[in-house]
């Protein structure tokens, strides 16, 4: 008998890879889908919403991009954290008492000495956009309900995830699209970048929902686990291996516009609280996300 999985965010970067991983594996866990059409904002759209009850559920859906946080602080805090609330209340409502996972971020951490690297769980975090500030309240909310409700509450914190079907705002994706645009003779080979000599603890798509179904399965309720590859790859370095794979010569050309503040010059995450609880390791190199991410941009440029 399979299990049932409730997933937000379906429709997002991560839940569409999610599902297809759901159909095509013989796992144990069974997608239940919403009985209807519902958004996290609004809470009596989330009254009918399962017909029968999940056994877990995965809290992916919110607002990810920081620009756009920064833009408007309260739309993001409106559905990161009151969206996360009113979540739980539905389910509360609904007589739920499963394993709760809410998908946090390893942005929560803002800015981490490098002497202080690898960064682990025990790092206070200390955000430093309203992005990370909405993803850290609803991490202190999720844990709450947990204890008040004797649910089995984790949070997870993902750092930086590439893949295929990633919006091009994003840094890999948005040099693989040009990249793709440059050898199908659509732009001049120069990329647009912004600061590209910052390094990043990145992580394939696949290798980050096997860790949390991984935690669905061994996780220990209350705790906080990082999901990272535990290496820093520079953005630059990443970015010039896509154009080795595509066979592109190319100039890269800093764009002002692509400058974040409040940026960390090095991330590097530690995940061995995660591997010692589960199991999980990563199993997909960067050659691999690389490789799909491209043949996946040649094919979306194709349509454009």
């Not at 992005?131 to 999720?142: G, N």
């Given at each position: 008998?399979?299990?049932?999985?409730f997933?937000?965010?379906l429709?997002?970067?991560?839940?569409?890879?999610?599902?297809?991983?759901?159909?095509?594996?013989?796992s144990?866990?069974?997608l239940?889908?919403?009985?209807?059409?519902y958004?996290?904002?609004?809470?009596?759209?989330?009254?009918?919403?399962?017909p029968?009850?999940?056994?877990?559920?995965?809290?992916?859906?919110?607002?990810?991009?920081?620009?756009?946080?920064?833009?408007?602080?309260?739309?993001t805090?409106?559905?990161?954290?009151l969206g996360?609330?009113?979540l739980l209340?539905?389910?509360?409502?609904?007589?739920f008492?499963?394993?709760?996972?809410y998908?946090?971020?390893?942005?929560v951490?803002?800015q981490?000495?490098?002497?202080?690297?690898?960064?682990?769980?025990?790092?206070?975090?200390?955000?430093?956009?309203?992005?990370?500030?909405?993803?850290?309240?609803?991490?202190?909310?999720?844990?709450?309900?947990?204890?008040?409700?004797?649910w089995?509450?984790?949070?997870a914190?993902?750092?930086?995830?590439?893949?295929?079907?990633?919006?091009?705002?994003?840094?890999?994706?948005?040099?693989?699209?040009q990249?793709?645009?440059?050898?199908?003779?659509?732009?001049?080979?120069?990329?647009?970048?912004?600061?590209?000599?910052?390094?990043?603890?990145?992580?394939?798509?696949?290798?980050?929902?096997?860790?949390y179904?991984?935690?669905?399965?061994?996780?220990?309720a209350?705790?906080?686990?990082?999901?990272?590859?535990?290496?820093?790859?520079?953005?630059?370095?990443?970015?010039?291996?896509?154009?080795?794979?595509?066979?592109?010569?190319?100039?890269?050309?800093?764009?002002?516009?692509?400058?974040?503040?409040?940026d960390?010059?090095?991330v590097?995450?530690?995940?061995?609280?995660?591997?010692?609880?589960?199991?999980?390791?990563?199993?997909?190199?960067?050659?691999?996300?690389?490789?799909?991410?491209?043949?996946?941009?040649?094919?979306?440029?194709?349509q454009?």
């Amino acid at each position: 008998m399979k299990k049932r999985l409730f997933v937000t965010g379906l429709s997002g970067f991560v839940g569409q890879h999610l599902q297809s991983r759901l159909k095509a594996d013989a796992s144990e866990w069974e997608l239940l889908p919403p009985a209807s059409r519902y958004d996290l904002s609004q809470p009596h759209s989330l009254e009918s919403l399962w017909p029968e009850m999940p056994d877990a559920v995965i809290h992916l859906a919110g607002q990810t991009f920081v620009p756009e946080a920064f833009r408007d602080p309260a739309r993001t805090l409106n559905i990161n954290l009151l969206g996360t609330l009113n979540l739980l209340q539905a389910l509360k409502a609904r007589g739920f008492n499963g394993t709760f996972l809410y998908v946090s971020s390893g942005d929560v951490y803002g800015q981490v000495a490098e002497s202080e690297l690898p960064i682990t769980e025990r790092q206070p975090p200390y955000p430093r956009n309203p992005y990370a500030v909405s993803k850290l309240s609803a991490e202190f909310l999720s844990l709450q309900w947990g204890l008040s409700e004797g649910w089995p509450v984790m949070v997870a914190r993902p750092f930086n995830h590439i893949g295929t079907g990633q919006k091009d705002s994003f840094v890999i994706a948005s040099a693989a699209r040009q990249i793709s645009r440059i050898k199908q003779g659509l732009q001049a080979p120069q990329l647009e970048v912004g600061d590209i000599d910052v390094t990043r603890d990145f992580l394939d798509v696949g290798d980050v929902i096997s860790a949390y179904l991984a935690l669905l399965e061994k996780g220990v309720a209350g705790q906080v686990y990082n999901i990272c590859s535990g290496r820093e790859q520079s953005i630059r370095s990443l970015i010039e291996q896509l154009g080795d794979l595509a066979q592109v010569d190319m100039q890269l050309i800093q764009d002002p516009a692509r400058l974040r503040r409040a940026d960390q010059r090095r991330v590097c995450g530690s995940s061995a609280k995660l591997a010692q609880t589960t199991g999980w390791t990563p199993e997909i190199t960067t050659q691999q996300s690389l490789r799909a991410i491209l043949s996946d941009w040649e094919k979306r440029v194709r349509q454009e």
